[in-house]
Each structure stands twice: as structure tokens, then as C-alpha cells.
């Protein structure tokens, strides 16, 4: 199995292009006009009679914006993905990208459509002689997914278990948590060499995939504890473990009113 992970200058989001004898599966393919083409020229290489599927880890518009430079792809998403609740918002924000940064493509944007829905945990899908197992990962947002390639024995994580990044919650905060709860039982049903985030750098042991999970469910945690509590929230670790933080900061402050809207509802 070929593999090649792109990580976009942009906030390190990573493509995965998976090329076995029979299947190409490419996933999430982003951000700049140059960075797409740099995919594209790589895909039609290893076309060769292979057929193109097109995995996407969930809705974020930075996960579809390349969408459509694949057109001949076969489309595979959560029916979540499918039946998103403003998929004009998506959209909106990348044109809004685009525009702020005068960026043109030669591809049209629009919000993809699927052919192969993944609507359960434990779901199996061959394509060619590729095993894809499929975990609904709802959390960080409501439609994401995790998914194994068993005969890469490597795990996509979607906006998940990243060493640069702590738990995004803008879904839900109880979701992710169970998300994070799958990890285990993953570990334990498959064998994972490597697990790629949606942004930042591969993790390539079971420990280190031990270690994000611990990470992200400890936050998620004190979080909780400190919108109940007195308890403050440890921000001078925060910014130890995690180094973006003035590009980070306002995600954290979303996480922290998201928690406490949460909390307000249940207490009601
Ligand atoms: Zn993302």
C-alpha cells in the first residue's frame, strides 16, 4: 500500500491519499488552490484503471473544499454528512475564505453529494481489495467519522486525538466524550500501526493514541469541572502543552461558553 500524507500550510490540515493494486481512497483533500493541484497530479498518477473514492471525515468546510476537484470520484460520508441542517453555511464560509483571501480555483465549490453512507458503528465497506471499518465519531461536530483501512492498519481520525490541537466542541460535549470512549475497543478490534488526525502529525503507537485520548478527555473534563466548580481552568498548562495560542485562544473560549450553555440547559 502507497501512502502520502499532505499537510496544508493552513492550520496543518492533513489529506490522505491511501493507493492499494486495485483502489485509490483520498481523503479530505484541502485548502490552497496550489496544494489541491499538488493532489490531483499525484491521484491521476496512480490512476492507472484504479477507482477513486473520496472519504470525508465530516462537514467542516475545510475537510470539503476540494471537494470538486475530484468529480469522478466515488463520494463515501455519514448520512449526517448527507443530511446536514445548513449545508448553505458551509458553503458560505468558503466562499467567505476564498474571497477574503482572493482566492480562485478552477473547480466549482459545492456541497458534496454521497454515494456510499455510513450510517453505523462497526460498518464495513470493500472497495476493491480495501477494507474500510467505519465508527461514527459525533462530538466536534454532529457528522463525523472514524475510519480504519484495515490492510493499512491505519486509523483517520477526522478532528480528532491531534497532538496540535485540544477537542474542538462544537457539537456537543457529551458526544464527544462517548466518541472518545470508542478508542479502546478500536485499539482492542483492530490492529492500528497509525492513527492520522485532521490536523497535525500522525500518531505512531498505540501509546501516543493512548496518550491523545487521555489528553482530550482530561480537558474536556476540567472543563466541565471548572464551569460546575471554583476550580480554575489550568490555562498556563494549556498553552505549555499546546503552542498556537493566539490562533487557539478563541476556540478555547467557544469550548468554555459551549460547556456552560450546556450545563445551563440540563440544570434548567
Ligand atoms: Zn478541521
Known amino acids: 500500500m502507497i501512502e502520502k500524507i499532505f499537510t496544508s500550510a493552513l492550520f496543518q490540515t492533513t489529506s490522505t491519499l491511501l493507493v492499494s493494486?486495485?483502489?485509490i481512497l483520498l481523503v479530505d483533500p484541502n485548502w490552497l488552490p496550489h496544494e489541491i493541484?499538488?493532489?490531483q497530479e499525484l491521484t491521476k498518477h496512480y490512476l492507472q484503471g484504479r477507482q477513486l473514492y473520496l472519504l470525508f471525515t465530516h462537514s467542516d468546510y475545510d475537510h470539503i473544499i476540494g471537494?470538486?476537484?475530484f468529480p469522478e470520484a466515488i463520494v463515501i460520508a455519514t448520512e449526517a454528512f448527507t443530511k446536514h441542517p445548513n449545508k448553505e453555511k458551509v458553503l458560505e464560509e468558503i466562499y467567505f475564505?476564498?474571497?477574503s483571501n482572493y482566492i480562485q480555483r478552477d473547480y466549482p465549490i459545492s456541497y458534496p453529494l454521497v454515494d456510499v453512507i455510513v450510517s453505523k458503528d462497526g460498518q464495513q465497506l470493500t472497495i476493491g481489495d480495501m477494507t474500510l471499518v467505519?465508527?461514527?465519531a459525533p462530538g466536534h461536530n454532529a457528522d463525523g467519522m472514524f475510519t480504519i483501512v484495515e490492510e493499512a492498519k491505519t486509523w483517520i481520525a477526522g478532528d480528532y486525538l491531534s497532538d496540535i490541537e485540544f477537542p474542538f466542541i462544537d457539537h456537543s460535549s457529551i458526544d464527544y466524550l462517548d466518541t472518545l470512549?470508542?478508542?479502546d475497543k478500536i485499539l482492542e478490534w483492530h490492529d492500528i500501526h497509525q492513527l492520522i488526525p485532521g490536523h497535525g502529525?500522525?500518531?505512531k503507537s498505540i501509546k501516543e493514541i493512548q496518550k491523545r485520548k487521555l489528553e482530550n478527555q482530561s480537558y474536556i473534563l476540567e472543563l466541565?469541572?471548572?464551569a460546575r466548580t471554583t476550580n480554575n481552568f489550568n490555562m498556563e498548562a494549556l498553552w505549555e502543552r499546546y503552542q498556537f495560542r493566539r490562533g487557539m485562544e478563541a476556540f478555547h473560549n467557544k469550548n468554555v461558553a459551549k460547556i456552560a450553555r450546556e450545563m445551563g440547559v440540563r440544570t434548567q
Open 21 to 23: 493494486d486495485q483502489t
Open 37 to 39: 493541484i499538488m493532489i
Open 67 to 69: 471537494a470538486n476537484a
Open 97 to 99: 475564505f476564498d474571497e
Open 134 to 136: 467505519f465508527y461514527l
Open 181 to 183: 470512549q470508542k478508542v
Open 201 to 203: 502529525t500522525p500518531a
Open 224 to 226: 466541565k469541572s471548572a
